[in-house]
C-alpha cells in the first residue's frame, strides 16, 4: 500500500518506518527542513534501539522517503497517518493546534478518496473534528478511522511489529477492509470498534497502567512502614491472572510523553462533561510525590543537604531512551539545588536533552559512572540503566566519599547489598537497607 505518514516524532517515525518493514510504500512528512535531511542522510534524531538499521535499510531499499512537501505525499497516498504532536496545555487538556493544522492541509491537497489514519492521541471527539476541518475545504471522498497506538519508548519497534492488539476505530466498512489488511501481518488480534471507542481506549489503556504504578508504589511505602518486601508483594500479586504482573515495579513513579500527558488528559476529558474522576487525580498526586522520597531519603541520610555532594545516575525517565520529558530526574535535581546541593549527573545518552531542561553551575555533568560517584557524599539511582547493574557495589563504595546509595528503581539485589558496606535505602524493601537499628512498625 501507499502511505503517508505526516509527522516523524517517536509515533510517526517507528509507524513509518515499521510499515515500510512489512513491503509498504511510505512517505514520512514533516515540516523541519532540518530533520528532514538529517533522515534522508541515515540518522535518526531520537534514540531507540534498531529503528536506525531498520530505516537505512528500507530507505536503501526504495520503500521509505522522507519530504517536507505534504502536498506531493498526500496525492500518492491511498492512506494518510496524521502522527503529529498533542501536547499538553496549562490546564492538562490537549492542544490540538498541529491536528488541526494537518487536517486543513490534507484537505487542502486532497484529489481522490484517502483513508485518514489518526495514531496521536487526541481527546474523545476528535476525529470528528478532523472530519469537519477537512470536509470544509474538499469535496473529494475520504473516511476517518482512529489507530492508537500502543507503543513503548525502549522497545518501539518490537512493540509496533509485534503488538498485543491493534484497534481500529471507524464506521467505514471500506476502511476497515483496508486497514485489517494492512495490519493482518502484525497480529491477528485485530478489535473493531467505533471511532470514539478507539479514542477512549488509548486514554483508559494509559491511565489504568498508570494507576497500577502509582498503586505499588503506594504499597511500597506501607512495605518499609511495616517491614515486608515489595518486590515479593509485586511478585505474590502477579500470580494471580486477575491482576498479572506488569506494572508492578516499585519505583520514584511513571515519566515520558505518555502517561503524565494522557492522565491529566483524561481527566480534563471528565471534568468536561462534568465527571470529576477522583482515582484518577490521585494517581497523578501520588506519581508526584513519589520522586520526592528521594530527597527524603537523602535528609534522613544526611541531614541537611547543603553543600553536599549527590550523585546521579539516570536522567532518563526510563533506560534504552535518550527521553527526558516529565523525567523524575528533572524535579529531584532541582530540589537537591533548592536544598543547597552540589549534583554530580550522568546518564549514558540523556544529558544532552536533559541540559535542556535542567542546568547550573552547582551541577557537573560526567562522562562515566564512576567519575559521578568519586567522593560523593550519597549515590542515587533514577533509571535503570543495564550499566548500572552490573557495578561492583564493593569497588564503588570505596570511591566515594559516605557509602550511602539511595536506589530509585530497586535494581540491586540482597546479595549484591549484604556483601557492600552502603547503608542502602530501596523502594519499599526496609530488609536491605543495611542499617541494624531500623525495625518494623508493630501493628
Known amino acids: 500500500m501507499n502511505i503517508t505518514v505526516i509527522g516523524t516524532g517517536y509515533v510517526g517515525l517507528v509507524s513509518g518506518v515499521c510499515f515500510s518493514e512489512l513491503g509498504n510504500q511510505v512517505i514520512c512528512v514533516d515540516n ?20 536506525k538499521e531498520i530505516m537505512n535499510n528500507n530507505v536503501k531499499a526504495g520503500r521509505l522517503s522522507f519530504t517536507t512537501n505534504i502536498q506531493d505525499a498526500i496525492s500518492y497516498s491511498d492512506i494518510i497517518i496524521i502522527a503529529v504532536g498533542t501536547p499538553s496545555l496549562p490546564n492538562g487538556e490537549a492542544n490540538l493546534s498541529y491536528i488541526e493544522l494537518v487536517a486543513r492541509e490534507i484537505g487542502s491537497h486532497m484529489d481522490n478518496y484517502k483513508i485518514i489514519m489518526t495514531k496521536s492521541t487526541v481527546p474523545v471527539g476528535t476525529n470528528d473534528r478532523i472530519q469537519e476541518w ?76 498508570a494507576t497500577k504504578i502509582s498503586f505499588i508504589n503506594e504499597i511500597s511505602n506501607i512495605c518499609e512502614k511495616v517491614g515486608a518486601d515489595v518486590s515479593r508483594v509485586a511478585e505474590g500479586m502477579g500470580y494471580d491472572r486477575r491482576i498479572g504482573g506488569s506494572f508492578l515495579k516499585a519505583g520514584i513513579g511513571y515519566g515520558g510523553s505518555c502517561f503524565p500527558k494522557d492522565t491529566q488528559a483524561l481527566i480534563q476529558i471528565a471534568g468536561n462533561v462534568d465527571y470529576d474522576f477522583k482515582l484518577l487525580k490521585s494517581v497523578v498526586e501520588v506519581n508526584k510525590d513519589q520522586r520526592f522520597n528521594v530527597i527524603r531519603k537523602l535528609e534522613d541520610a544526611l541531614g541537611s543537604l547543603k553543600g553536599k555532594e549527590i550523585a546521579v545516575w539516570g536522567l532518563a525517565f526510563k533506560p534504552d531512551t535518550d527521553d527526558v520529558r516529565d523525567a523524575p530526574a528533572i524535579e529531584i535535581i532541582q530540589r537537591l539545588l533548592e536544598e543547597g546541593a552540589r549534583v554530580r549527573a550522568y546518564d549514558p545518552i540523556a544529558t ?79 530488609s536491605l537497607t543495611n542499617i541494624e537499628s531500623r525495625k518494623p512498625a508493630i501493628i
Open 134 to 209: 477537512i470536509s470544509s475545504l474538499t469535496d473529494q471522498p475520504f473516511d476517518m478511522a482512529s489507530v492508537p497506538e500502543f507503543l513503548r519508548e525502549g522497545t518501539a519497534v518490537q512493540d509496533t511489529l509485534f503488538p498485543d492488539r491493534i484497534v481500529i476505530g471507524t464506521s467505514s466498512a471500506r476502511a476497515e477492509q483496508v486497514l485489517r489488511e494492512l495490519h493482518q501481518p502484525l497480529t491477528d488480534q485485530i478489535i473493531v470498534t467505533d471511532i470514539r471507542s478507539a479514542e477512549m481506549i488509548k486514554y483508559a489503556s494509559n491511565a489504568f497502567l
Open 32 to 51: 523541519n527542513v532540518e530533520k528532514v535531511n538529517l533522515l534522508t542522510e541515515g540518522h535518526v534524531p531520537i534514540y531507540e534501539p534498531g529503528l
Open 352 to 430: 544532552v536533552n536533559f541540559r535542556k531542561e535542567v542546568d547550573s553551575p552547582s551541577i557537573a555533568w560526567e562522562e562515566r559512572a564512576m567519575n559521578a560517584a568519586e567522593g560523593a557524599d550519597a549515590l542515587c539511582v533514577l533509571t535503570e540503566w543495564k550499566e548500572f547493574m552490573e557495578v561492583n557495589l564493593v569497588e564503588l563504595s570505596t570511591r566515594m566519599k559516605q557509602p550511602i546509595l539511595i536506589d530509585g528503581r530497586n535494581i540491586y539485589g540482597e546479595a549484591q547489598i549484604k556483601d557492600s558496606s552502603f547503608r542502602y535505602y530501596a523502594v519499599g524493601r526496609p
